[in-house]
């Protein structure tokens, strides 16, 4: 034992028991350096793994897409690019206030020229094409209807800033608004001709007949004032762009009513009340939120004088915050003066970005869960609160054209028609007047 193989002089020869001392020596040193690596060199690699999973993926710093269609050309065009003035500007101003979230804005838009069959074709081009992660959209309530069921099964939310026809929002989930519905805006002015200086106890009604928002209109006021104890004694019906009134309107002169309540947009409007003066007739016209364009005035001169409208907000609405909009929208487009389509617009993109940031994603269903929390948020048509049918509840004005002015008359919470039979336990909120103090606006 011990001696030395003389073939392999360079190889040492262990005995048994040297080479199991052999073997476990390496044992005993791997054990030692396990030990090391357990002790030192993983917490190092599990702190360098936290780090990296502190800081995270590099931010997201794409741009956020988001669609805008409306009727930027044809008989309302005044709707559409009102209503992209002001969703632009609201977009400008998150984006030179750095983003959301450090990601800018980039608004997609589309002309929808007022057809509902073509409003529905470009929200398919938006949503699928383009890829947008919500829609600002659309205008009238009959594209809107059109539109809607594409973006509902595309999981894109949209939001209107205007369509008040209560069955835009029924459409699905997705589909939300920024302003009041025509059940109250009916109301609105139901109660107004029957209450107010004007002390109607009848009145006529002329619909378009192809219309949602016309129709409908038509048959919300009609409830209201029958409940208030007017009476509706005619009803006469048109198709957009008609240029022939006479015969409805001496049907209606005929019937002798104290108001005539014309639901229409204004194109239709200037046509009827031009046509309605030269024949005579003098009553006071009555309307909705589809007179609203600064148009409107160069289309009907001074036959609309003394008419009254509902409408989502006044742009002489002493309000700092409405004031700061009028005046950074004016700047912005040619001391245009915004008309509640550009309001709500500019109300409907803000109340978005806030859902995003609350959202802190743009993913369809988690947006679509924020936009329905919306509570409270005070825009410039109102404080807005989406109810359970994504339809926001907020308040209404009354507007009296004069001399292409559109005179502030009063402000009408949804409180205050939605339950008559309680006393009005409203107070004025701070951001409208009280009846009677009428300043005043030139639009245009
Ligand atoms: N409310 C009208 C509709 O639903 C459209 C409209 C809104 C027109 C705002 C003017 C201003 O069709």
Redesign the pocket.
């Known amino acids: 034992m011990g001696s030395k193989s003389p073939l392999l002089p360079f190889y040492p020869v262990y005995t048994r028991d040297q080479l199991n001392q052999k073997r476990r020596k390496p044992r005993l040193i791997s054990k030692i350096v396990l030990l090391i690596l357990a002790g030192v060199v993983l917490p190092i690699l599990a702190v360098s793994c936290t780090r990296q999973q502190q800081a995270g993926p590099p931010p997201d710093r794409s741009t956020i897409k988001i669609g805008y269609f409306g009727d930027l050309s044809g008989p309302t065009f005044n709707?559409g690019q009102s209503a992209r003035n002001g969703a632009l500007l609201a977009a400008e101003e998150i984006n030179q206030a750095g983003g959301i979230n450090g990601r800018q804005i980039d608004i997609v838009i589309e002309d929808d020229e007022g057809s509902p069959e073509r409003a529905a074709t470009v929200v398919n081009k938006l949503t699928r094409q383009d890829k947008v992660i919500a829609l600002i959209a659309g205008?009238?309530?009959?594209s809107s209807l059109a539109a809607g069921p594409n973006a509902q099964s595309a999981k894109v939310p949209m939001i209107s800033p205007?369509?008040?026809?209560p069955a835009v929002t029924q459409i699905g989930d997705y589909i939300f608004r920024a302003?009041f519905i025509d059940p109250f805006q009916g109301e609105v002015m139901a109660k107004f001709a029957y209450d107010s200086v004007l002390q109607a106890k009848t009145a006529a009604i002329m619909l378009d007949f192809n219309?949602p928002?016309s129709r409908d209109l038509t048959d919300f006021f009609e409830l209201s004032f029958t409940k208030h104890g007017g009476r509706v004694v005619k009803k006469e019906s048109y198709t957009q762009g008609d240029s022939d009134f006479k015969g409805q309107l001496s049907s209606i002169s005929a019937a002798g009513p104290d108001v005539i309540y014309l639901p229409g947009?204004y194109g239709d409007i200037a046509v009827i009340a031009k046509q309605a003066r030269l024949m005579g007739i003098t009553q006071p016209l009555l309307g909705?939120?589809?007179w609203?364009?600064p148009e409107l005035w160069q289309l009907a001169g001074d036959s609309i004088n003394g008419s009254y409208i509902s409408n989502?907000y006044s742009a002489d609405d002493p309000s700092p915050a409405i004031q700061t909009f009028v005046h950074n929208y004016k700047q912005h487009y040619g001391n245009l003066a915004p008309?509640?389509?550009a309001a709500?617009a500019y109300d409907a993109m803000r109340f978005l970005i806030e859902a995003i940031q609350r959202a802190g994603t743009t993913e369809g269903k988690k947006l679509r869960d924020e936009l329905a929390q919306t509570r409270n948020f005070s825009g410039i048509t109102g404080i807005i609160s989406m109810d359970p049918q994504r339809n926001a509840v907020k308040p209404a004005v009354i507007l009296k054209l004069q001399d292409g002015m559109y005179i502030y008359q009063e402000t009408i919470q949804p409180d205050a028609v939605a339950a008559p039979a309680k006393p009005s336990p409203s107070p004025t909120p701070s951001k409208s007047r009280k009846k009677g103090t009428k300043p005043v606006s030139k639009r245009g």
């Open positions: 709707f205008g009238a309530s009959g205007s369509s008040t026809n302003c219309s928002y947009y909705g939120d589809g609203d364009a989502h008309d509640a389509h709500l």
